[in-house]
């Protein structure tokens, strides 16, 4: 079973940028398909970026898509999401997952392993 910690968030101004960390412990960090979701106040948790266990494909939403990037090392057992011209709409509590397969899952149901959150807000 793996576990996942978060770190990175705080507030920004729009146009500015963050970068989220997500360290796993526990498992073997290589096997598991990681994914950044968010959820904003009265919202669904929702994708924002996912990456298949050797970093080949990567899935973004349309509203992120351009101005994030994710990545990760498998050697030092993290995803890294880089976040640019970030807008006011990007505030929410920011969520690593990891599951184990093949393919990218777009729901969060498809993720059985989650970190605490991290809180993003961005001014206008």
């Known amino acids: 079973q793996v576990m996942l910690v978060e770190s990175g968030g705080g507030l920004v101004q729009a146009g500015g940028s963050l970068r989220l960390s997500c360290a796993a412990s526990?498992?073997?960090?290589?096997?598991?398909?990681m994914g950044w979701f968010r959820q904003a106040p009265g919202k669904e948790r929702e994708l924002i970026a996912g990456t298949t266990w050797s970093g080949d494909r990567t899935y973004y939403p349309d509203s992120v898509k351009g101005r994030f990037t994710i990545s990760r090392d498998n050697a030092k057992n993290t995803v890294v999401l880089q976040m640019n011209s970030l807008k006011p709409e990007d505030t929410a509590v920011y969520y690593c997952?990891?599951?184990?397969?093949?393919?990218?899952?777009?729901?969060?149901?498809?993720?059985?392993?989650w970190g605490q959150g991290t809180q993003v807000t961005v001014s206008s």
């Open positions: 526990g498992g073997t960090f290589s096997r598991y398909v």
């Open positions: 997952a990891a599951r184990v397969g093949i393919a990218i899952a777009t729901t969060s149901s498809g993720y059985a392993y």
